[in-house]
């Protein structure tokens, strides 16, 4: 069983939105919380980062800019992703990653991943 675990994907048709959410069994407020995705093969691309605990937020993917928001609720210990105006191109398995090693470029540093969600973007 997978320390993190990730919840809200599905089916969504183009213009639509999906709230992802990301718990753990630790006390996830403690680290930094990054979300991830992989489309068919592609390779696995970084979409945002949330710090703690200031809350500041590393964006990595230019495509998800104004449309994806990571953002945490300190009170339910858990992190979210805030998918609006979804796209096909946004289909893929969607993943969260912790980290107490910071939001930085080494993918390595998130030591804890959960098993993915499927977001499909289709008509």
């Known amino acids: 069983q997978s320390q993190l675990v990730e919840s809200g994907g599905g089916l969504v048709q183009p213009g639509g939105s999906l709230r992802l959410s990301c718990a753990a069994s630790?006390?996830?407020?403690?680290?930094?919380v990054g979300w991830f995705r992989q489309a068919p093969g592609k390779e696995r691309e970084g979409i945002s980062c949330?710090?703690?605990?200031?809350?500041?937020?590393?964006h990595y993917l230019d495509s998800v800019k104004g449309r994806f928001t990571i953002s945490r609720d300190e009170g339910k210990e858990t992190v979210y992703l805030q998918m609006d105006k979804l796209k096909p191109e946004d289909t893929g398995a969607y993943y969260c990653?912790?980290?107490?090693?910071?939001?930085?470029?080494?993918?390595?540093?998130?030591?804890?991943w959960g098993h993915g969600t499927q977001v499909t973007v289709s008509s």
């Open positions: 630790f006390s996830l407020n403690s680290y930094d």
């Open positions: 949330i710090k703690s605990p200031s809350g500041t937020i590393e």
């Open positions: 990653a912790a980290t107490l090693l910071g939001c930085g470029e080494d993918v390595h540093d998130f030591a804890v």
